[in-house]
């Protein structure tokens, strides 16, 4: 799920589509519509075995991610990093000092704690991290520019 929330929060996606394109199978999309009421500007990709739908509610911007049995795994959503818990950005800003916050989405999976995806850039590297309420810090991917 990882490489999954990474892939579609950073990049572009590469399969994308209409509700019932791109392979979105019927288990997946009933399963958006029972969940999730008063959407717009809906997007599916599939990446792997997961279906993700990019969507508005409420002129906020969500990513669902669903099964291929229609199992609603996750939810996530783009943060400012002001909305950081402080002890989160206190602890980034002494582990990674020079580097500059890009992009933050917050996970909620239906399983386990809630988690921060946060993208980070320097003058040399960019790496996409993943950072628990703990505090714990899970390196995602790392690349020189």
Not at 52 to 58: E, I, L, P, S
Not at 110 to 119: A, C, F
């Amino acid at each position: 799920m990882i490489a999954v929330v990474s892939t579609v929060s950073f990049v572009q996606p590469v399969f994308a589509g209409k509700p019932g394109h791109a392979g979105v199978n019927k288990e997946a999309l009933a399963s958006f519509s029972k969940d999730f009421i008063l959407t717009s500007n809906v997007r599916w990709y599939k990446i792997k075995d997961v279906f993700v739908v990019d969507f508005y509610q409420q002129n906020s911007r969500y990513m669902a991610y669903y099964t291929e049995d229609g199992i609603l795994n996750s939810i996530s959503n783009t943060i400012g990093k002001d909305m950081l818990p402080a002890t989160l950005t206190t602890r980034l800003n002494k582990k990674y000092d020079k580097a500059k916050i890009i992009n933050v989405l917050k996970v909620r999976p239906l399983t386990n704690d809630n988690y921060y995806v946060i993208q980070l850039t320097t003058e040399s590297n960019e790496q996409i991290i993943k950072v628990y309420e703990d505090g714990s810090i899970e390196k995602i991917s790392s690349h020189k520019k």
